[in-house]
């Protein structure tokens, strides 16, 4: 039997839903809209076009959209400058500075400089330090958002194998950490594991984020377990055209798996919505607005 499909497209709009609708609430309550500031150096199109994506999103959440355009030239100095000036900006709940950044600027400088209760990114070491040992902070919005499928498909993820392959920043550590913090068993494998098929075949939960198309194969599954594919790559497709996968051979693996996720049409839509839900968190923090518990 086929694996179930999780439909990270579906939750991700039951979740904007609801920021939107707490976001009118704090409007109300706060008189201002919570806002959002992207910071975007240079003239990359994918992060020019990811950039446009999170600013209508927000808008279309009810909130604050302010999108900072700096030259490529722009030196690390002038960039942690404008970083400054939005931490003491009281209308700027979140900040977010599109990475990657042009090579002459130093991007854990930036990161560390920007305020960890407007972090909506989830990168400052602060905020890493938090997730480390128990804290409330910021989450990276993928890692986090990759929790959320989990929990709404698996329930209870208390004594769970999971393995994550990939130990970056940005996914792999936190996920691993947020993993950990459901008191699941988890492991975290890398190019360097050894075995790594027969490491990943004991996993209840697979999350895989290394960025190798259809990397992950059925025969490295566990029938039944959940399997989350974070990789997004291009490959050819032939005449010309291409496609996008993950780092999971979706065709083979939903044969044994018991839930996975789609590529595209699993997590990438999370990413974003977990943006706006961290922006609303900050939000209400910075203008000291509680937030019921429970709501996102």
């Given at each position: 039997m086929s694996a179930a499909i999780i439909d990270g497209k579906a939750f991700a709009e039951g979740l904007r839903a609801?920021?939107?609708t707490l976001a009118a609430d704090f409007t109300a309550r706060a008189g201002r809209q919570p806002g959002l500031t992207v910071v975007l150096v240079g003239e990359d199109p994918a992060s020019a076009v990811y950039v446009?994506?999170?600013g209508k999103a927000t808008e279309a959440a009810g909130m604050k959209s302010d999108t900072i355009r700096l030259p490529a030239e722009t030196s690390e100095a002038e960039l942690l400058d404008v970083v400054r000036k939005l931490n003491a900006d009281g209308t700027v709940d979140g900040i977010l500075v599109q990475l990657p950044l042009p090579k002459h600027i130093n991007e854990n400088a930036v990161i560390a400089t920007i305020d960890p209760n407007k972090d909506v990114?989830?990168?400052h070491p602060v905020n890493a330090g938090r997730l480390a040992t128990g804290l409330n902070g910021f989450v990276p919005c993928t890692p986090l958002g990759c929790l959320m499928l989990l929990k709404d498909r698996l329930g209870d993820l208390a004594g769970k194998e999971a393995v994550v392959i990939g130990r970056s920043n940005i996914v792999g550590k936190p996920m691993a950490q947020l993993l950990l913090g459901e008191s699941?068993?988890?492991t975290i494998a890398h190019s360097k594991t050894k075995d790594l098929p027969n490491v990943v075949r004991r996993a209840d939960i697979v999350v895989a984020a290394v960025g190798r198309p259809?990397?992950?194969k059925a025969d490295w599954i566990k029938p039944g377990a959940a399997?989350?594919?974070?990789g997004i790559n291009r490959i050819?497709?032939?005449e010309g055209k291409t496609r996008l996968v993950g780092d999971v051979a979706f065709d083979e693996v939903k044969e044994v798996a018991g839930a996975i996720t789609p590529v595209p049409g699993g997590v990438g839509p999370m990413t974003i919505a977990v943006l706006l839900r961290n922006t609303l968190v900050a939000a209400h923090r910075n203008a000291d607005v509680p937030l019921a518990k429970g709501t996102i």
């Open positions: 609801r920021v939107g446009r994506s999170k990114d989830g990168f699941c068993t988890v259809e990397m992950v399997v989350i594919d974070v050819d497709a032939g």
